[in-house]
């Protein structure tokens, strides 16, 4: 199940690697032969479909040239670091 705010966003993700495809002058074809894809599976990716794998929004945004942008994903983790230092013992007190 996707909720309606992932789903807005996984459409919006679609559509920028829509045009980011037509900026750079590429064909549906040619996308989809250096993800190795179909070209319908593209067609939704570009439609932000949920059904489409992760892993082909990976090959689909390297193809494009974002590859890269996906080692910032979840880097920075200020949250995660906050709750992981809050359940730390403090030192100097037995349990």
Do not use: C, K, N
Not at 38 to 43: E, H, I, V
Not at 56 to 63: G, N, Q
């Amino acid at each position: 199940m996707t909720y309606p705010a992932e789903q807005r966003r996984l459409v919006a993700l679609g559509e920028r690697l829509r045009l980011a495809r037509l900026r750079r002058r590429l064909s549906v074809l040619t996308v989809a032969e250096r993800a190795g894809i179909s070209r319908t599976t593209l067609y939704h990716v570009e439609r932000g479909d949920t059904a489409v794998t992760f892993g082909t929004v990976v090959r689909v945004l390297s193809v494009l040239g974002f590859g890269e942008d996906l080692d910032a994903l979840a880097a920075d983790d200020p949250v995660g670091r906050q709750l992981q230092d809050a359940a730390l013992p403090r030192r100097g007190r037995s349990s």
